[in-house]
């Protein structure tokens, strides 16, 4: 089925057709003035430098021919050519009865869909995920999740950082308090990760204790077997201390691929540039200079004077295997903004090796989450905050202002504790993603764990609310039918939900989650609107009180798809304890 704005732009460009005009002009948009008309089409503007004839004499040919419409309520032309057009209430109402009867909500797929690599998470060994995580798994899992929702083949990568100078860092640390490598398998994850902070203190403070660091790491990326079985089990005990974090967190990922496996393509990539005549050998490095431009371009270090294979270099071979192995066409990263450099150095040398030719390469840079001083969250010792204690902190919040276990019938300590996670996470989700990616945000508990506002809470409240209508309903025998558009609230509403399409399409275009956040907040307080204006278990007859179970219904099934979309649960029911 098509959209209103999809329907709409068919109307216009047969009309377009009719005149002879250019199609590519031929298309509508929302309203910048709602309460003068539903959509505006601006192509008379355009069409008139094409064609060289007065805008507003060519938007009136337009707008004559389209109020022939049955469809349409009325057009009219303003200021020097705007299309402005509003649409029969009738036409509006079959929309909605459509778009309820589609399990996709009347959201088409895309035409030609893409296989699209997607590379967030950026974990690494023997460190626990911390405040600066959030945001890549969150924003990376709602871009997920839109663009399957779009009909992409999407993959998803955490791409573990297992590979480098930190593995050496503990291994080296290991021997020096242990005297030998006997016992590292009976570490677990917070013994490791004590490991490494020591390591990370004395390689700051010692170079001889930093040099043999990368001399264990080199010696590991070179088959050293002692080190690589070590290795074996720092990674495999890593990576299952983090799976639960995302797990926690819902973000799904169909690869646990890591630096490591890219090793052997490593030494493709290096020998491949060594071919093209790009590389060079300075101070004993293998390196690729870059063109400069109007900033800085260091150059790209594929060898260190070590041996060691350079940080670039592992992506440039990832680049590679995801073009080889997975037949990627769009690989998408979804990493801090401060990388922003990293990926434009890693993007041109895959051009230059010609090894990703016609794939599309996107950076998410996102921003950082900030404490109430604006600058980047830490603990209260100064520390980095573990994600976590972070997500913790949230179900605290949440969990001080539920009813205790027992004091709701039904809600015994698995079903508060339950509720208590989904609102927490909606609470920190939704306000990582309400900002668009590449600002950062305060995190601030007191304001985004509330029940009213700009809240993932809240969000959930109405969708809670609608659940209720539609059981009390259900009681009565009263089922949701045909829709009858008489009040204007009811249009706007229906409007909103017939936006929806719109919404996805810009969110999986432009990898902002923060779009659909955006709507979701604003059909939740339309139907407030609605529900204020609009009775529905007391409408003034049995039709009317259909037709608006089912707007209800409509908004309460879109709003469980925004949330789902930004990574977020709705519970059937929302508590709040009276004290």
């Not at 490494?196 to 390689?203: E, F, G, P, S, T």
């Not at 039904?410 to 993603?433: C, H, R, T, W």
């Not at 307080?525 to 204020?532: A, G, P, R, V």
């Amino acid at each position: 089925m098509l959209s209103l704005e999809k329907q709409l732009n068919l109307k216009i460009k047969k009309i377009f057709q009719s005149f002879d005009f250019d199609e590519k002009f031929a298309f509508t948009k929302p309203s910048d003035r709602p309460d003068l008309s539903d959509f505006q089409c601006n192509g008379a503007l355009a069409l008139a430098k094409q064609i060289k004839q007065n805008p507003r004499d060519i938007g009136q040919k337009i707008a004559d021919k389209l109020a022939l419409d049955p469809d349409i309520e009325f057009v009219s032309v303003d200021g020097p050519g705007f299309i402005n057009i509003k649409l029969k209430n009738t036409f509006i109402a079959q929309n909605m009865d459509d778009i309820s009867n589609d399990e996709h909500l009347g959201i088409s797929k895309v035409d030609k869909p893409k296989t699209i690599v997607m590379d967030f998470g950026g974990p690494n060994v023997a460190k626990a995920l911390h405040v600066g995580h959030l945001r890549s798994a969150v924003i990376g899992e709602s871009i997920r999740r839109t663009l399957s929702f779009a009909g992409h083949n999407v993959i998803s990568d955490v791409h573990f950082g297992d590979w480098g100078t930190p593995m050496g860092m503990i291994l080296a640390q290991i021997i020096l308090e242990d005297g030998d490598l006997s016992k590292v398998k009976t570490y677990d994850i917070d013994a490791i990760s004590a490991f490494y902070k020591r390591a990370n203190i004395l390689c700051k403070e010692d170079e001889e204790a930093a040099q043999r660091a990368r001399l264990i790491t080199a010696e590991l990326q070179n088959g050293n077997t002692e080190y690589y079985n070590a290795w074996q089990h720092l990674r495999a005990v890593s990576v299952a201390a983090v799976k639960e974090n995302y797990d926690e967190l819902e973000a799904h990922f169909d690869l646990w691929l890591g630096e490591s496996d890219a090793h052997q393509m490593c030494g493709q990539i290096v020998k491949l540039a060594d071919e093209k005549g790009i590389s060079e050998v300075d101070d004993g490095a293998t390196i690729i200079r870059l063109e400069q431009t109007n900033k800085p371009m260091p150059p790209v270090i594929l060898v260190k004077s070590d041996g060691g294979f350079g940080y670039q270099l592992t992506d440039i071979a990832t680049i590679k295997m995801r073009v080889d192995d997975l037949k990627a066409e769009e690989i998408i990263y979804v990493v801090d903004k401060r990388q922003s450099l990293h990926f434009e150095q890693v993007f041109k040398v895959a051009e230059m090796l010609e090894i990703a030719p016609f794939v599309q390469f996107k950076h998410v840079g996102f921003g950082t989450v900030n404490g109430k001083d604006g600058k980047p969250f830490k603990t209260r010792d100064g520390g980095v905050m573990n994600l976590k204690d972070l997500i913790e902190m949230s179900k605290e919040k949440v969990r001080s202002s539920m009813p205790k276990p027992g004091e709701v019938e039904g809600y015994g300590n698995a079903e508060i504790e339950q509720l208590v996670s989904q609102v927490a996470m909606a609470a920190i989700k939704f306000q990582d993603l309400k900002n668009t990616a590449s600002s950062g945000y305060i995190f601030d508990l007191d304001d985004f764990a509330k029940f009213e506002g700009k809240t993932g809470p809240y969000i959930q409240y109405a969708i809670a609310r609608i659940n209720s209508i539609l059981r009390k309903a259900e009681q009565n025998n009263d089922t949701p039918s045909t829709v009858l558009i008489e009040d204007n609230d009811e249009r706007v509403l229906a409007l909103k939900l017939a936006s929806f399409e719109n919404v996805i399409t810009r969110a999986a275009n432009d990898k902002e989650p923060s779009i659909i956040a955006d709507y979701a907040y604003n059909l939740a307080q339309i139907f407030s609107s609605f529900y204020n204006t609009c009775p529905i278990m007391g409408a003034s007859s049995d039709a009317l009180k259909a037709s608006r179970l089912r707007l209800a219904k409509l908004t309460r099934d879109t709003l469980e798809q925004a949330l789902y979309l930004l990574g977020i649960d709705a519970p059937e029911k929302m508590l709040k304890s009276n004290n």
